[in-house]
């Protein structure tokens, strides 16, 4: 709890030699507080970023067959940009699991939804990699209802370069909310003359958030909002949990004490505890310190995040953004705030717009608060 400094992490594997023809990927679930990552001696790249994953591609310098030595050097550099990490001691390390993944020579970048009851269809949002090849590309997506087998939905979409943007047409979805958490399963697949090149499995939920005077709305209904506070308690790893059981029996509780509505307060937890919350049915506010200060400079508030001043603007930003993505399917994942005990108006209204605009045209179903 009161270590400061490095630590590093080793691990030895190989690669079987049949997979010549595939991409590999190195991708790591979430580093606190930095990281550097070498392969065979050869420098990958870092991460400063506390609450998202990251990776590389390491087609290239990878050993087919043979033994690849992986080094990752934690250090102490952006501890900041953890908020809230930091409050019950100077935890570090990697808190998320570590995956070597393979594709094709095109691959899914990013893919998220955008569901809309009104209209009646899925949003769909795609980033392809690696667009350059003769073969016609098209992506297979199929809608199911979660644990179901029966196709509700599906398109094959012919790609027409590295972003697109489209719809798939869903009729009368069941709705998602907290007293009716109906979840989605999205197969997606990236296809090369009907060949599988990259393939993922997404969950998703129809939820729409609204105001009305002062009534708070779900699905254009007025709701009622009960809600908790989670400081990052942990008492079983130290470090934000990435036990799905254990966030399942945990969230399940405040559901049957009657919250509907939890706020994360300066920081945002793995995707883990969203799986959780989408499946009991709990909307959840992340916070991730966009503006300054945790609220003046009295004697109990004297503690502060970094201000979006020019030396940390383009770090907070960065990994506002990526959160957001990360995020972009939870449907429990609708609430974000931008900074805590604010007494005043923020001094960074201009940061507070561009972030509220930007988010909000990600993910269109989203609150954006400071």
């Known amino acids: 709890a009161t270590y400061a400094g490095t630590g590093w992490y080793r691990k030895t594997f190989t690669v079987p030699g049949h997979e010549k023809a595939s991409r590999l990927w190195l991708r790591f679930g979430g580093v606190h507080p930095s990281a550097e990552v070498w392969l065979n001696d050869q420098f990958l790249g870092r991460n400063g970023l506390p609450f998202v994953p990251f990776g590389f591609e390491i087609t290239n310098p990878v050993r087919r067959g043979e033994p690849n030595h992986l080094a990752v050097r934690v250090h102490e550099a952006n501890r900041e940009y953890g908020f809230a990490y930091s409050w019950q001691g100077n935890w570090s390390g990697l808190y998320r699991g570590v995956e070597l ?13 955008h569901p809309d009851a009104d209209r009646g269809v899925i949003g769909v949002n795609a980033q392809i990699d690696g667009i350059a090849t003769k073969s016609p590309l098209a992506l297979e997506i199929r809608v199911r209802q979660a644990g179901q087998s029966e196709i509700c939905a599906q398109i094959n979409h012919r790609v027409t370069g590295p972003t697109m943007h489209f719809d798939l047409p869903f009729p009368a979805p069941q709705r998602w909310s907290p007293d009716a958490p109906n979840l989605y399963e999205v197969d997606i697949r990236l296809l090369a003359d009907g060949q599988p090149l990259d393939a993922q499995t997404e969950r998703i939920g129809f939820v729409k958030l609204s105001t009305h005077g002062q009534a708070f709305l779900i699905n254009d209904k007025p709701y009622y909002m009960r809600g908790t506070g989670d400081f990052l308690s942990c008492p079983e790893t130290g470090c934000p949990d990435t036990n799905r059981d254990r966030w399942r029996r945990k969230l399940q509780a405040l559901r049957d004490f009657g919250y509907n509505y939890v706020r994360c307060q300066s920081y945002v937890y793995g995707p883990e505890y969203y799986d959780a919350a989408d499946e009991v049915g709990l909307l959840v506010q992340s916070e991730m310190g966009m503006l300054g200060a945790w609220g003046g400079h009295t004697n109990q508030h004297v503690y502060q995040w970094p201000k979006p001043t020019p030396d940390h603007y383009p770090h907070l930003k960065r990994q506002w953004d ?37 988010t909000r045209a990600l993910k269109p179903a989203a609150f954006v608060i400071w």
């Open 101 to 113: 993944v393979t594709t094709g020579a095109q691959c899914l970048n990013q893919i998220w939804f």
């Open 322 to 358: 990526a959160v957001v993505l990360r995020d972009a399917n939870h449907p429990s994942a609708l609430l974000y705030c931008m900074s805590n005990e604010y007494v005043r108006d923020t001094d960074f209204r201009r940061i507070a717009w561009q972030c509220y605009h930007e």
